[in-house]
C-alpha cells in the first residue's frame, strides 16, 4: 500500500488549500484515513480524519475552517483548509487503516507528507 500527498505549497493568511491523499495497492473503500501535521520543533497532531463511511471527524481548533472527504472512486481522500493562518505552517501527512482480523489491530500506512507554509 502506498499512500501520495500532494497539494501543499506557500499561501497568504487568509487563502486556501487543498490537500490530496491517493492510496494505492488496497481496498481503498475499506480504509479510514486521517491528515496529521507536524510543524518544526513540535508533535504531531491528528487534524482530520474519516472512517470508510464516510463519517468525518475535525480537530476543534480548525474544525470551521478545515474539511475532510473522499473519493473511492479515486481512491483519493481530500483536506480542504480555508483562511488559513501561519500556525497551520506544518508537514502534512495522510495515514490510512486498514482493517484486519476481528483480532488484529488495523494495519496503519503513512505518506511523505506535503509541506503548508502560511505567510503573514
Known amino acids: 500500500v502506498q499512500l501520495q500527498a500532494s497539494g501543499g505549497g506557500l499561501v497568504q493568511a487568509g487563502g486556501t488549500l487543498r490537500l490530496s491523499c491517493t492510496v494505492s495497492?488496497?481496498?481503498?473503500?475499506?480504509?479510514?484515513v486521517a491528515w496529521h501535521r507536524q510543524a518544526p520543533g513540535k508533535q504531531r497532531e491528528l487534524v482530520a480524519k474519516i472512517t470508510s463511511a464516510g463519517i468525518s471527524d475535525i480537530w476543534e481548533p480548525v474544525k470551521d475552517r478545515f474539511a475532510i472527504s473522499r473519493d473511492n472512486a479515486k481512491a483519493t481522500v481530500y483536506l480542504q483548509m480555508n483562511n488559513l493562518k501561519p500556525e497551520d505552517t506544518a508537514t502534512y501527512y495522510c495515514?490510512?487503516?486498514?482493517?484486519?482480523?476481528?483480532?488484529?489491530?488495523?494495519?496503519?500506512?503513512w505518506g511523505q507528507g506535503t509541506l503548508v507554509t502560511v505567510s503573514s
Open positions: 495515514n490510512a487503516a486498514f482493517p484486519m482480523t476481528w483480532d488484529t489491530p488495523p494495519r496503519d500506512y
Open positions: 495497492g488496497g481496498t481503498f473503500s475499506i480504509a479510514s
